[in-house]
C-alpha cells in the first residue's frame, strides 16, 4: 500500500484548502480511506473517512460543516476540502488506508489503518 498526501500549506483564519491522498497498492474495493491529523503536543484525531464500497462518509465533530471528503477512483485519489479553517486546525495531517467497510463508532480507531507520510497544515494569520 502506497500514501501520498499534499496540499498541505500557510493559510489565514477562515481561509481554505484541499489536501489530496494518491493511493494505490490494493486491488479489493473493500476498503476505507481516512485523513487523521496530529498537532504537536496533542494526540492524534480521526478527521474523516469515505468508505470506498459505499461511499459513506464519517466527520469528527470538530469539523462537520467545515471539511467534505470525496473521491476521483479514476485518479485513485481522495481529497479533502477544507474550509473556513481555524488556527486550531493546525497539524500535520495524514491520510490512511484500511481494509473494510469501518462503522460509525470505529471509523477513527488509528491502530486499523495503514498510514502514509502527513502534510504540514498551518492556520496563522
Known amino acids: 500500500v502506497q500514501l501520498q498526501a499534499s496540499g498541505g500549506g500557510l493559510v489565514q483564519p477562515g481561509g481554505s484548502l484541499r489536501l489530496s491522498c494518491a493511493a494505490s497498492?490494493?486491488?479489493?474495493?473493500?476498503?476505507?480511506i481516512a485523513w487523521f491529523r496530529q498537532a504537536p503536543g496533542k494526540e492524534r484525531e480521526g478527521v474523516s473517512c469515505?468508505?470506498?464500497?459505499?461511499?459513506?462518509?464519517y466527520y469528527a465533530d470538530s469539523v462537520k460543516g467545515r471539511f467534505t471528503i470525496s473521491r476521483d477512483n479514476a485518479k485513485s485519489t481522495v481529497y479533502l476540502q477544507m474550509n473556513s479553517l481555524k488556527p486550531e486546525d493546525t497539524a500535520v495531517y495524514y491520510c490512511?488506508?484500511?481494509?473494510?467497510?469501518?462503522?460509525?463508532?470505529?471509523?477513527?480507531?488509528?491502530?486499523?489503518?495503514?498510514w502514509g507520510q502527513g502534510t504540514l497544515v498551518t492556520v496563522s494569520s
Open positions: 490512511a488506508y484500511r481494509y473494510g467497510s469501518p462503522i460509525s463508532s470505529a471509523w477513527d480507531t488509528y491502530e486499523d489503518y495503514y
Open positions: 497498492g490494493f486491488s479489493s474495493n473493500n476498503y476505507a
Open positions: 469515505i468508505r470506498n464500497s459505499d461511499g459513506k462518509k
